[in-house]
């Protein structure tokens, strides 16, 4: 099992920055890709960012240059770097761990999801 919490989220005016984090526990936190979507109201989740078991980074194209993923393995903590913020990126954020080296961009490969935090950017 393993249990993921994110924290982070918040309203943020358009322009400005936030900083997701995603706090893992329950099985070895290195063996396991990280992934980072989002769900806006009436949409379907949606890939943001993955950094894979190998550390290889991934981005959707609507966040690209914008936003980072990356890991702290002493904390068993993944994190989302997102500046320059449109409103756009409005939606609830998730994290989710893939156990079974999937495809990353894919809602299906992931094993285990946090429970969500909400980003609302302003215009």
């Known amino acids: 099992q393993v249990q993921l919490v994110e924290s982070g989220g918040g309203l943020v005016q358009a322009g400005g920055s936030l900083r997701l984090s995603c706090a893992a526990s329950g099985r070895t936190f290195t063996s396991y890709a990280m992934g980072w979507f989002r769900q806006a109201p009436g949409k379907e989740r949606e890939f943001v960012a993955a950094l894979s078991w190998s550390g290889g980074r991934y981005y959707a194209d609507s966040v690209k240059g914008r936003f980072t993923i990356s890991r702290d393995n002493a904390k068993n903590t993944v994190y989302l770097q997102m500046n320059s913020l449109k409103p756009e990126d409005t939606a609830v954020y998730y994290c989710?761990?893939?156990?079974?080296?999937?495809?990353?961009?894919?809602?299906?490969?992931?094993?285990?999801w946090g429970q969500g935090t909400q980003v609302t950017v302003s215009s």
């Open positions: 989710a761990a893939d156990l079974s080296r999937g495809v990353v961009v894919l809602t299906t490969s992931y094993d285990y």
